[in-house]
């Protein structure tokens, strides 16, 4: 409608001048003048409140959004009017995105540009289109209305949590290992590439005694090392049914995408280079081990939109397609879930038969609410089969770790919520330990 909700009330209040109009015998006057009035005034603000042409809008945000975490979208106007103008605007947003205060409300400055800001939490990975910036605003006597559309349709990719990456990736980085949550563990000497100097302290091997710096300084001095650099770190991405089930609405596929770009980012600043699989019942991605930030890119290219099936993964195939391509040792992260025992022998059967060549880590990631149901207290009889099924559900996850460990093959099952961290940690240990 041109006409804002000032003018409509005012239109009603024309009732007061048409009862004093009857008071005086005049009624019908009243009305029309009361009216008329109204009108002229409503045209003389149409013609002075600047049009929608007088206005430029852009919409500002970072290319690359991060999945489940808050991302502030900016609306830019700039006003070539001669009025200051109260805008509200509305975007276009895609689905599977929650708005957080939706409508961005921008006072409009002549000859000037403002913005206002919004918040989106994509829910999904992939690629979303923007679609058009919507504009209102009243009229500079506030009697009218003047609307606008404005083509900003825009693609963007929505990234697992790259802001997580950010907040994790500097302390990840320090030559400590990160061990037991927050506690830091130095290892002095463990490795073979040179690191420092540092003085002697009880317990050193004294084999890493530098007798020359020794000599200089009158007391003892040893070499202390760091794990080698240029090592092959392979993510083994399983996007099968197992990755279906969600956790607090979210997939385990994405919990594990969260955690491979972390391992990826920690891994290339170690100097290792990073490789990437991702299968299911065949090879959907492979990206060949490098390193720097062009192959890092390259890495998060094809993990922002992967998405899951219901087909069973093959863990053969998987391994066969990197033996051809990958004859170096090299670590191999699988990302995956197992449903029962006879899924972890097969695992373990292609990892011992066709990736013999390589280490492999295996990373699952467990359902703490299963753990929770197996605790409760029975009240009526349908907990009786809720607490036995998630105390069979218990076993044979635990059945499933105790194959791997019987195989002499690392595997870690962690709540979502400390997977990234864990499996960091797990790297850095391996690596420090000269596993790789």
């Not at 009857?22 to 045209?43: H, K, S």
């Not at 209102?136 to 990719?157: A, P, S, V, W």
């Not at 051809?324 to 029962?340: A, E, G, V």
Request: net charge positive; charged share 25%.
């Amino acid at each position: 409608m041109p006409f804002s909700k000032t003018f409509a009330g005012l239109t009603v209040l024309g009732v007061i001048p048409i009862i004093l109009g009857a008071i005086l015998g005049i009624p019908f006057y009243m009305f029309i003048i009361y009216n008329l009035l109204l009108i002229v005034f409503l045209i003389v603000d149409i013609n002075i409140t600047p049009g929608v042409d007088t206005l430029e809008v852009e919409r500002e945000c970072d290319q690359k959004l991060s999945m489940g975490s808050e991302n502030i979208i900016k609306i830019k106007i700039r006003n070539k009017g001669d009025r200051v103008l109260d805008i509200e605007a509305r975007d276009e947003v895609p689905s599977f995105m929650t708005i957080m205060d939706g409508s961005v409300r921008i006072k409009s400055v002549p000859h000037y540009e403002n913005a206002g800001t919004y918040t989106v939490i994509p829910q999904k990975r992939g690629e979303y289109t923007f679609g058009n910036i919507y504009l209102r605003y009243r009229g500079t006597l506030k009697l009218c209305m003047k609307y606008g559309k404005f083509d900003t349709i825009g693609k963007y990719k929505v990234y697992p949590n790259l802001k997580d990456l950010k907040r994790y990736s500097f302390a990840s980085l320090k030559k400590s290992l990160l061990l037991h949550g927050n506690k830091k563990m130095k290892a002095y000497g463990i490795g073979t590439e040179f690191e420092s100097l540092r003085e002697y302290t009880e317990g050193d091997d004294y084999r890493k005694v530098n007798w020359m710096a020794t000599a200089r300084s009158s007391k003892l001095i040893v070499n202390t090392y760091e794990p080698e650099r240029n090592q092959q770190v392979y993510i083994l991405l399983d996007s099968s049914r197992v990755m279906n089930s969600e956790i607090d609405y979210i997939k385990k596929l994405d919990y594990a995408i969260n955690s491979a770009f972390l391992l990826a980012e920690i891994a290339g600043k170690k100097g290792d280079n990073i490789g990437l699989l991702v299968f299911d019942k065949e090879v959907k991605r492979f990206v060949k081990s490098g390193k720097g930030m062009a192959h890092f890119s390259n890495i998060a290219e094809n993990l922002y939109n992967v998405e899951e099936n219901f087909v069973t993964a093959d863990y053969d195939n998987a391994l066969f397609h990197l033996s051809k391509y990958q004859r170096r040792r090299s670590l191999l992260c699988i990302f995956t879930d197992l449903f029962n025992s006879h899924e972890a022998l097969a695992l373990v059967k292609a990892l011992k038969t066709t990736g013999k060549n390589h280490i492999p880590l295996v990373i699952t990631i467990k359902d703490m609410r299963v753990y929770d149901m197996a605790n409760i207290e029975i009240k009526q009889s349908s907990d009786i089969y809720d607490k036995c099924a998630a105390q069979k559900e218990i076993e044979e996850r635990e059945k499933v770790q105790r194959i791997f460990s019987s195989a002499g093959i690392s595997s870690i099952d962690i709540p979502p919520d400390k997977l990234s961290m864990e499996v960091v940690n797990k790297y850095l240990t391996m690596k420090s330990m000269m596993q790789l």
